[in-house]
């Protein structure tokens, strides 16, 4: 119900019940019905019902199909990059449910890259572990996490699924902070795109971090996170990040 002289604007108020409608009555790919339809249903003009819409492509809930229409989407999930990120509490601070499931673990030689931001030598005994990050039952991110068996001897035979961090902190005692997120685009490799439930054709969002234990700064994991680039937008605080 649109209602005039109440100080909000009325394509904010048809933007607005557009947007209760997207989130309890439709799933992504459904099509809103046409510009006409709408403007007559609320009782405005064709500008103002497209101010709307707009809105609603700002935001990220639907998409304008040329000669189609407008379609719902994924709402883009934040996800926060600071110090303490942690997949579940960040996800499930905004209503989400998650999962972590582990796919793959292996004993593994550090080597370039991965043994520079551990700080080892090369062939030392790393832990490669590999998690794939659900949100409401929906694919993602896959995770490959590569950590020093040196500091974390039984990781491979204890840890079993969850909060990776807080299976460390439980086991150890120890709290992780983050020193270095590096973020790029790029194509899927190998199965991740299978994984993520996604086109090969699309991009991924990959970000490389490094964590440190807070007492020493002791470099205990380096996480490559492969992101659905489509379904998620990174945040990050100036104020939570070295």
Known sequence: MIQRGT??????QVQRQLEAEIRSLHRPGDALPPEAALA??????????RRALEGLIAEGWVERRHGM????????????IGQRTRFTETLEAQGRTTESKVLRKLRIPAQGGVAQRLQLDEGEPVAWIETLRSVDGAPFC????????????????????????EFIETQHGWRLKRTESLV?????????????????????????SVNVRDRDGAPVEYALTRFRADRMQLRFSPSSTP
Do not use: C, W
């Not at 790029?184 to 490389?208: C, E, I, T, W, Y």
């Open 184 to 208: 790029s685009g790029a194509l899927p490799q190998g199965d991740d795109a299978s994984l993520l439930a996604m086109p090969a054709n699309l991009p991924v969002l990959r970000v490389k």
């Open 142 to 165: 896959v995770i490959s996490h590569y950590l020093p068996l040196a500091l974390l001897p039984g990781v491979l035979d204890d840890y079993t699924g969850g909060s990776l961090h």
């Open 7 to 12: 100080g909000e604007t009325v394509y904010r």
């Open 69 to 80: 229409g407008s379609f719902v989407l994924h709402k883009p999930l934040d996800y926060d």
């Open 40 to 49: 007559e249903r609320f009782g405005v003009n064709r500008h103002t019902l």
